[in-house]
């Protein structure tokens, strides 16, 4: 059975950092990646990881967030600094190995239960 269980969210202040984990069994994937969504909003693409190493980033978090992973514990990791208040949402992890657009959210087929990050102004 494939689990993503992501865990380090929580309450910061603006200009703070948290860093997220999400630990994955069961199956490895080619291509990890969090989401985030607010109340009301899509769940949005933030950052996604590739089994090569190489990473891509929404515009929005470019220069804030780190995508990596730790192969060695099937862990994938977002570290996010100069944290907004606008970055509140719950964030998602998600893997897959086949996708047309790594962007949308409907070409993961493994998702985490998600894990609620508040930013204080």
């Known amino acids: 059975q494939v689990q993503l269980v992501e865990s380090g969210g929580g309450l910061a202040q603006a200009g703070g950092s948290l860093r997220l984990s999400c630990s994955v069994s069961?199956?490895?994937?080619?291509?990890m990646a969090w989401f985030r969504q607010a109340p009301g909003q899509e769940r949005d693409f933030v950052a996604i990881?590739?089994?090569?190493?190489?990473?891509n980033y929404a515009d929005f978090v470019k220069g804030r967030f780190t995508i990596s992973r730790d192969k060695a514990k099937n862990t994938v990791y977002l570290q996010m600094n100069s944290l907004k208040p606008e970055d509140t949402a719950v964030y998602y992890c998600?893997?897959?190995?086949?996708?047309?657009?790594?962007?949308?959210?409907?070409?993961?087929?493994?998702w985490g239960q998600g894990t609620q990050v508040t930013v204080s102004s």
């Open positions: 998600a893997g897959t190995n086949f996708y047309s657009d790594f962007k949308r959210h409907n070409d993961y087929h493994a």
């Open positions: 069961g199956r490895t994937f080619n291509a």
């Open positions: 990881n590739w089994n090569d190493g190489s990473n």
